[in-house]
Nanobody
């Protein structure tokens, strides 16, 4: 029904930038809250950024460096990551949920982001 496909991950040096994209396959893209999570080895999953109806949320660790954006025509959500740090190394997951639920109900396969020092 709903499928999310991430792209844009890779290897980058500290201080560099990456832009992740998540393509939403399905109907009613505008009805979903979209978010990016990440999970580093041995660490819990962390909500990095989320957005719905123009409102955005960012984890303290990425504020001023990451930007979430959304294109409702292309059914795509982006995560622009600037000034990357080795601590940003993780698998990044796109997620979606109905506005009526607390938990995210749909997840992408994840894309690896590795920041070298």
């Amino acid at each position: 029904q709903v499928q999310l496909t991430e792209s844009g991950g890779g290897l980058v040096q500290a201080g560099g930038s990456l832009r992740l994209a998540c393509q939403f396959s399905g109907r009613s893209f505008s009805l979903y809250t979209m978010a990016w999570h990440r999970q580093a080895p041995g660490m819990p999953r962390e909500l990095v950024a989320a957005g719905v109806d123009g409102a955005t949320y960012y984890a303290d660790s990425v504020k001023s460096r990451f930007t979430i954006s959304r294109n409702n025509v292309k059914n795509t959500v982006y995560l622009q990551m600037n000034s990357l740090k080795p601590e940003d190394t993780a698998v990044y997951y796109c997620a979606a949920k109905p506005r009526t639920t607390r938990d995210y109900t749909h997840w992408g396969q994840g894309t690896q982001v590795t920041v070298s020092s």
